[in-house]
Antibody, heavy 120, light 110 residues
Framework: QVQLVESGGGVVQPGKSLRLSCAAS????????MHWVRQAPGKGLEWVAI????????YYADSVKGRFTISRDNSKNTLYLQMNSLRPEDTAVYYC?????????????WGQGTRVTVSS | QSALTQPASVSGSPGQSITISCTGT?????????VSWYQQRPGKAPKLIIS???NRPSGVSDRFSGSKSANTASLTIFGLQAEDEADYYC??????????FGGGTKLTVL
């Protein structure tokens, strides 16, 4: 069955960096675009970034553009999110999700999430 | 880009039907049929319940139905059950090749 397992979350000071990972199994990872989605405490879902199956295309939410970088290693079936210049408003649970359908616009399967807290 | 607009809350009694609206613009819902709906129970990851406006994934109850008209998509739940109580989110692809969510709707089964 499809499994997405995020890791790398934790408590970090404002201005610092963190790298999240998402290990995928149960499907052909290299065939799918992948997303990061976050959810601040008590708030709704916010889309963060998408990467195409071949890593050639990447798009970001305006709130993270220039600070976050999405990448993937298809040989390791792993998705990454490098987060730099972190701000308190980046505090959230971060989910990875695979992108199904045309334009990879459907979040077909989700991980359990990893919590990031940005605080001094 | 601003979030898609959903009502903050809806409620209904068991057996009734409810509809949750999701309003966007010509830059998202109005242009693409890439509208999805997700159910999220407390402390859990979201779960896909409707894709591409009307498609129901295998294993999702046929009590869930999606539709779209112009810039507004809708999720209807027929025959409400206690287990349907959850938060519901819509999402859409955009002309900027990004994705956008609605603010979420809390469904209460009375």
């Amino acid at each position: 069955q499809v499994q997405l397992v995020e890791s790398g979350g934790g408590v970090v000071q404002p201005g610092k960096s963190l790298r999240l990972s998402c290990a995928a199994s149960g499907f052909t990872f290299r065939d799918f675009g992948m997303h990061w989605v976050r959810q601040a405490p008590g708030k709704g879902l916010e889309w963060v970034a998408i990467i195409s199956y071949d890593e050639k295309s990447k798009y970001y939410a305006d709130s993270v553009k220039g600070r976050f970088t999405i990448s993937r290693d298809n040989s390791k079936n792993t998705l990454y999110l490098q987060m730099n210049s972190l701000r308190p408003e980046d505090t959230a649970v971060y989910y990875c999700a695979n992108g199904a359908g045309a334009a990879a616009a459907t979040f077909d399967y989700w991980g359990q999430g990893t919590r990031v807290t940005v605080s001094s | 880009q601003s979030a898609l607009t959903q009502p903050a809350s809806v409620s209904g009694s068991p057996g009734q039907s409810i509809t949750i609206s999701c309003t966007g613009t010509n830059s998202d819902i109005g242009t693409y049929n890439f509208v999805s709906w997700y159910q999220q129970r407390p402390g859990k990851a979201p779960k896909l319940i409707i894709s591409d406006v009307t498609n129901r994934p295998s294993g999702v109850s046929d009590r869930f139905s999606g539709s779209k008209s112009a810039n507004t998509a809708s999720l209807t739940i027929f025959g409400l059950q206690a287990e349907d109580e959850a938060d519901y989110y819509c999402s859409s692809y955009t002309t900027s090749r990004t994705l956008i969510f609605g603010g979420g709707t809390k469904l209460t089964v009375l």
